[in-house]
């Protein structure tokens, strides 16, 4: 009994990690958009530059062209109470 209690907590917890990427990308995918980025690609990051300080935020690798046709990476961070914060300061 003991050992089906362990496995449905980490079933649960791999649910809700999996929820939370979904909503973390579509979030990614709407902040890319609004800064006219084409073929937006998003890889979850958990050592990304800034990792060691962060409080229940997530980070991520994205990768997209931009309106000039440039190839561009740049690391973002979210939560589910946040909006999205990239590394880059000069991106909006």
């Known amino acids: 009994m003991e050992g089906l209690f362990i496995v449905l907590v980490l079933a649960v917890a791999v649910g809700i990690r999996v929820w939370l990427h979904s909503v973390d990308t579509s979030r990614i995918r709407e902040a890319a958009e609004k800064n006219n980025w084409q073929d937006v690609s998003i890889s979850w990051s958990p050592f990304a530059p800034g990792w060691v300080f ?16 440039n190839k561009n990476q740049t690391y973002c961070k979210t939560s589910l109470f946040t909006g999205v914060f990239w590394r880059d300061k000069n991106i909006d």
């Open 54 to 69: 962060a409080k229940g935020e997530r980070h991520y690798l994205v990768s997209y062209t931009d309106a000039d046709g």
